[in-house]
Structure formats: C-alpha cells, structure tokens
C-alpha cells in the first residue's frame, strides 16, 4: 500500500470540508472565540443541558458565552497572564467547560486532568507542568502549590467579559495528559489551530449537524467528551447534553429518550451494559458513537438488532484525537474500525518504516502536517518527519478500511509469532453466555509464555471455550487458558486493563 501523499505542506493552510467552506484569519486566532461564534447568532438557543432523572440544568448560547468571558476576566484578575497554565481539578459540572474554554478565550491554557487522580499523581503532574493558577471543587485531590482557587460560576458570570484574545493559531491552546498505560502520562501541548481539524470529524465520523441534540456519557475532563460532546455541538450550533452524576449508565435510555437525543457518543463497555439492561424504543436517535476502547463487532451487531440504529467506530489518541471513523455516509463493514476521514493523510509503516502493502500489519502513521497533532510533548522537539507513528498496529483492506489490531507494545509473542490480541477477542466474542472478554500474554512458569482468555458471564467447561476457539483461530492464536472473573479489568475510559489481567494470572498460580 502506498500512503496517500497529495501534500505533506501545513493542512491548516487549506480549506475544510464540513462546517466551514474557507478558514478563518490564522494570525488572529482564538479556539474559544471559533468554538462560540455559532452561538452568538442564536443566543436563545440551548447550548447545554445537565440531565437528571426528574430535570435539566439548561444553558442558552448567551449564558454560556457570558460565563466563559466572565471566567476568562476572572483568571486575568488573579494575575495569570497570557500563556499561563491553569490546572482544572474539577468535576463534571458546568464549571469545568465553563472554566475550559474561558483560560482559552483569555489567551491562558487550560490543563484537563481526571478529578479520581490521587494527591501523589496530580502533584506530580502538577510538578511537570507549573500552573499559575489550580481551579477546585470540593472532594477532589490537589496538589500542594499554587493555592487552589474555588470555581464558583455564579461569581464568574458577574464579571464584565474580557476580550478575546488573538493571536497566531499555532500558538499553544490547551494541554491534556496521556493515560499512562504504558508508563508515566505524558503532558501533551495542542495549538489552538486543532479546533479546525475538529471539522473534518462533523461529517467524517459524527453526522453532525446544527439541529442535533447530542448526548456524551463521559467525564468532562476526557478529551473525547469535551471534543464531541461539547467543543464539536458548540462549532455548529448544536445542543450537547450531558448526564447529571447521579445518573446510572441503566438509566441513560430514559434520559436519552425523555430529551430527544439524536446522537449518543460513549465507549463499547457502556453500551454492552445498555444492552444487557434492555433498551425501550429510541425513536429521535440516528446512530451512536463509539471511541475510546476497540469496539466488538458482536456488541455492534447486537446494537444494531435491537435499536435498529448503526454504531459508528472511532480511532484516535491524546495526540490527535480521532482521525480514522466509521461515518453515516461511509459506515465501515462488519470487523473494521473505519476509513481515514476526508483531509487525514495516513501511512501504514513496517518497524524500519516503510509503507505495507495492503493487508499486511503495520504501524498506523499520519502526517505530521495534521492541524490536529499535537505541537509537542511538554519539554519534548515537535514531531518530525513525515509521518507521526502512533503506534497503533492496523492493517488496510483493498476497499481502504483499517482494521484494527491492538497497540504495538499489546501485540503478544509466544513462541516467537506476533499474534493481535484483538484478533483473538475478535475470534471468541461470541462465546455462549459470555459477556465481556479479555485476551493477554502471562507466564504460567518462568520463560513459558502464553495466551489466556479472561472472561466475564457465565462459568464455561475449559474443554467448551477450548473446542469454540479451535474452530475459528489457528492453533498457535488460541488461549490455553481460560479464567472466569466477575469483570474485566479496565480503566476509566474503558480501555482493557492488560497488565492487570497478567497480574490476576500470576496470583492464580499454586504457590
């Protein structure tokens, strides 16, 4: 396969498909400013609604664009300056976007970080960065300098608006974290120019459009709930709507339905729990979202044979976001995460870097002229080269799906051959009574290695799971151990949690 090179110059120099037909003036610039500007012509709208069980939070464009200028003076007050960083340890409220793109409109930056990290993490991670400010809720870990400030909105929507604040777009906009799955998180620095690479994700994989009411189950702090559920509905006009905390993912079917939602986005663990709850009719949504963890092709099928809507796949990474997607008006076939999204120029690399035929396992690469890769990792060069490897293993069919194979330090070696452990899952998703599956590499004794299945439902005969994946894996793909856990262990974006499961093996072993 030859990677499609119709240019490697700066994509933020052209224009974009979507939600803008020509870019706006790049040396006066502001992420905020772009993010509102829908809403200044319709000021009555709703922007945003906090839904719980009995009511709604609602937010109009003009309150919303109040609050955020408001915040934005408020900062500016406190003596940060322009370029500042301003660490967010807040929960998931209005405070939090309100707190985001109001450093942004100031010219500040804000850092998203999770509200469920320790004292000890976040002051390490406060360590890496140096915030001018810390903005608190109560009951969330911070860290022990600067003096955390309180957010209070009702003190920030009192204040006069502070101007936007322009400048170049591939000025520094916001830092967000690494997971840290495989080492300590990363600080990753983004420009204000990824907003317009947020566009080719409106059609490329959302469907978005202004009449939308889109609803995002996650954490404000998580980029893909703050870019599409938030950032992205805001560009065009839309409304985002949000589950309140006290919400149950088993209950999210009532809210959606009690306010019309037209699109849901979350991660495949949250709809195999709808499922599994049992879903009423859904008549306003079109589709769903899914991102953040690989999506099973058995939990799509059975998404789509229940609620009779399709499930359309993302892949992304803190780095970039989400490039390559599954969309309405191209849906990815059965067992393929999507296509690269129109303007996204990818590779797909060997270890010594050169392009892979088409069906051949690779590293997935994209061009570091992407508006939406990230400037650096803090203290780090920017990216060079051509090409930006992201270390996601793929390979791409003859019609130009990528097909997803897991991450290149996930790929499992026993006995020397380099197997996917998305292959696997892939494989024996449809395990009878099994509702959750999980494959990884262990050590049953020391310099043996290899294949177990962890699973979660309903306790299997080891002969049974065996005999199923004999029938549909090579012999040197199958498990030769199976372990029933009452969950699969992942982590808060629903990624499994591979390290774990080898873990919860070794403690398996007789002493």
């Given at each position: 396969?030859?990677?499609?090179?119709?240019?490697?110059?700066?994509?933020?120099?052209?224009?974009?498909?979507?939600?803008?037909?020509a870019l706006p003036d790049?040396?006066?610039?502001?992420?905020?400013?772009?993010?509102?500007?829908?809403?200044?012509?319709?000021?009555?709208?709703?922007?945003?609604?906090?839904?719980?069980?009995?009511?709604?939070?609602?937010?109009?464009?003009?309150?919303?664009?109040?609050?955020?200028?408001?915040?934005?003076?408020?900062?500016?007050?406190?003596?940060?300056?322009?370029?500042?960083?301003?660490?967010?340890?807040?929960?998931?409220?209005?405070?939090?976007?309100?707190?985001?793109?109001?450093?942004?409109?100031?010219?500040?930056?804000?850092?998203?970080?999770?509200?469920?990290?320790?004292?000890?993490?976040?002051?390490?991670?406060?360590?890496?960065?140096?915030?001018?400010?810390?903005?608190?809720?109560?009951?969330?870990?911070?860290?022990?300098?600067?003096?955390?400030?309180?957010?209070?909105?009702?003190?920030?929507?009192?204040?006069?608006?502070?101007?936007?604040?322009?400048?170049?777009?591939?000025?520094?906009?916001?830092?967000?974290?690494?997971?840290?799955?495989?080492?300590?998180?990363?600080?990753?620095?983004?420009?204000?120019?990824?907003?317009?690479?947020?566009?080719?994700?409106?059609?490329?994989?959302?469907?978005?459009?202004?009449?939308?009411?889109?609803?995002?189950?996650?954490?404000?702090?998580?980029?893909?709930?703050?870019?599409?559920?938030?950032?992205?509905?805001?560009?065009?006009?839309?409304?985002?709507?949000?589950?309140?905390?006290?919400?149950?993912?088993?209950?999210?079917?009532?809210?959606?339905?009690?306010?019309?939602?037209?699109?849901?986005?979350?991660?495949?663990?949250?709809?195999?729990?709808?499922?599994?709850?049992?879903?009423?009719?859904?008549?306003?949504?079109?589709?769903?979202?899914?991102?953040?963890?690989?999506?099973?092709?058995?939990?799509?099928?059975?998404?789509?044979?229940?609620?009779?809507?399709?499930?359309?796949?993302?892949?992304?990474?803190?780095?970039?976001?989400?490039?390559?997607?599954?969309?309405?008006?191209?849906?990815?076939?059965?067992?393929?995460?999507?296509?690269?999204?129109?303007?996204?120029?990818?590779?797909?690399?060997?270890?010594?870097?050169?392009?892979?035929?088409?069906?051949?396992?690779?590293?997935?690469?994209?061009?570091?002229?992407?508006?939406?890769?990230?400037?650096?990792?803090?203290?780090?060069?920017?990216?060079?080269?051509?090409?930006?490897?992201?270390?996601?293993?793929?390979?791409?069919?003859?019609?130009?799906?990528?097909?997803?194979?897991?991450?290149?330090?996930?790929?499992?070696?026993?006995?020397?051959?380099?197997?996917?452990?998305?292959?696997?899952?892939?494989?024996?998703?449809?395990?009878?009574?099994?509702?959750?599956?999980?494959?990884?590499?262990?050590?049953?004794?020391?310099g043996i290695r290899i294949?177990?299945?962890?699973?979660?439902?309903?306790?299997?005969?080891?002969?049974?799971?065996?005999?199923?994946?004999?029938?549909?894996?090579?012999?040197?793909k199958c498990p030769r151990?199976?372990?029933?856990?009452?969950?699969?262990?992942?982590?808060?974006?629903?990624?499994?949690?591979?390290?774990?499961?080898?873990?919860?093996?070794?403690?398996?072993?007789?002493?």
């Open positions: 396969m030859q990677p499609r090179q119709q240019s490697l110059a700066p994509l933020a120099l052209r224009a974009y498909p979507g939600s803008m037909s790049l040396t006066r610039f502001n992420l905020a400013a772009h993010v509102l500007a829908a809403g200044h012509a319709t000021p009555d709208k709703l922007a945003l609604a906090v839904l719980s069980l009995t009511g709604a939070e609602r937010w109009s464009y003009a309150r919303l664009i109040g609050a955020v200028r408001g915040a934005g003076s408020w900062m500016l007050a406190q003596g940060a300056q322009p370029g500042d960083r301003i660490l967010l340890r807040l929960g998931n409220t209005p405070a939090y976007p309100v707190a985001y793109l109001g450093a942004i409109a100031a010219g500040l930056v804000p850092v998203a970080t999770s509200p469920l990290l320790t004292a000890p993490e976040i002051t390490r991670m406060s360590a890496a960065i140096r915030p001018r400010l810390v903005l608190s809720a109560p009951g969330i870990a911070l860290p022990p300098a600067p003096a955390a400030q309180v957010a209070d909105l009702a003190l920030w929507e009192a204040q006069p608006p502070c101007d936007w604040h322009l400048g170049d777009a591939g000025r520094e906009g916001y830092v967000v974290f690494t997971s840290g799955t495989s080492g300590t998180p990363l600080a990753v620095r983004h420009a204000h120019r990824a907003i317009l690479a947020r566009a080719l994700m409106h059609g490329g994989w959302e469907g978005l459009t202004v009449a939308d009411r889109l609803l995002h189950a996650g954490a404000f702090n998580w980029t893909y709930t703050m870019g599409t559920g938030l950032l992205d509905p805001w560009t065009l006009g839309a409304t985002a709507l949000i589950p309140a905390s006290s919400v149950q993912i088993e209950q999210l079917p009532l809210v959606l339905r009690r306010h019309d939602a037209t699109i849901l986005a979350t991660v495949p663990t949250v709809l195999r729990r709808l499922l599994r709850a049992g879903l009423p009719p859904l008549p306003r949504l079109r589709h769903v979202l899914s991102a953040g963890e690989p999506l099973p092709a058995a939990l799509r099928a059975a998404w789509r044979a229940q609620t009779g809507t399709e499930v359309h796949e993302a892949l992304g990474m803190s780095e970039i976001s989400t490039f390559i997607s599954s969309c309405p008006d191209h849906t990815a076939p059965d067992g393929a995460t999507g296509y690269p999204q129109p303007g996204r120029h990818i590779a797909i690399l060997s270890e010594t870097g050169q392009s892979l035929p088409v069906g051949e396992i690779g590293q997935l690469a994209v061009s570091t002229g992407d508006p939406g890769l990230m400037l650096s990792y803090d203290g780090h060069p920017p990216p060079s080269g051509p090409w930006f490897a992201t270390g996601d293993m793929v390979h791409q069919d003859a019609d130009g799906a990528i097909h997803y194979h897991g991450r290149a330090d996930e790929m499992m070696n026993p006995g020397g051959v380099r197997v996917s452990p998305r292959e696997v899952e892939q494989a024996l998703s449809g395990l009878p009574g099994v509702t959750d599956l999980a494959v990884a590499e262990v050590e049953p004794s020391p294949i177990a299945c962890f699973y979660a439902g309903t306790a299997l005969p080891e002969s049974t799971a065996q005999a199923f994946a004999a029938e549909r894996l090579a012999r040197y151990a199976f372990r029933h856990l009452p969950e699969i262990p992942r982590g808060p974006t629903g990624k499994i949690n591979r390290r774990a499961l080898a873990t919860l093996f070794r403690k398996d072993l007789p002493a």
